[in-house]
């Protein structure tokens, strides 16, 4: 039987690293992804999406049930935790394959990029205007298996430790309220708060 409530989200807001870190401890959140989108090649290597040549952006596939986290929320943390408003380029990571994306499934999801680009600019949140692409998905093509739980895996790694987990506690610190939370034999539980 088909979950009727699961949906999918595909975003590029720099490195997906970062990305997976911070959406993997949300509540609501089914299966995570790293890979690559919009681009125009077929199976691109994380070596030839680094050139820029390919035309992918490097991006988190996030299936998540509806009834326990909406689409908006998700976008609201990607807006959260990264910055909108560089061109191809989040800190020390420059390239269009870090630029800020959202690739949307259905006119439901377009409108609701739309909607909230619109709101974040209202309340002036941001110094500059938000520059964040808002396209159709196409295809997503997933990043080597040693991507995937790269912050988990490699915590002491110095990009991990200085770039990935200060964003990480800044991130469990606003959002505390939709933060799973780890059990003693490390399965991941949602809280109850």
């Not at 199976?43 to 952006?57: E, L, R």
């Not at 739309?114 to 093509?141: M, Q, R």
Request: some cysteine.
């Amino acid at each position: 039987m088909e979950n009727k409530t699961q949906e999918t989200a595909t975003l590029g807001g720099g490195c997906f690293w970062c990305a997976e870190a911070v959406f993997d401890n949300l509540r609501g959140i089914k299966e995570i992804d790293s890979g690559y989108s919009g681009g125009h090649i077929e199976n691109p290597t994380y070596q030839q999406v680094c050139t820029g040549a390919t035309g992918h952006a490097e991006v988190v596939q996030i299936k998540f049930d509806s009834n326990e986290i909406s689409y908006k929320e998700i976008l609201q943390v990607f807006f959260a935790t990264h910055d909108p408003t560089t061109l191809n380029r989040q800190g020390n990571d420059v390239g269009s394959n870090y630029r800020s994306v959202i690739f949307y499934y259905s006119p439901e999801q377009k409108k609701i990029a739309e909607k909230v680009i619109s709101e974040l600019t209202g309340e002036k949140l941001f110094d500059k205007p938000i520059v964040t692409e808002i396209t159709e998905f196409t295809e997503f093509y997933p990043a080597g298996d040693h991507h995937k739980n790269y912050f988990e895996n490699n915590s002491n790694q110095p990009y991990c430790a200085s770039v990935i987990a200060p964003k990480v506690a800044k991130f469990r610190q606003k959002f505390l309220s939709k933060l799973r939370k780890q059990s003693v034999l490390g399965k991941k539980e949602n809280y109850k708060i």
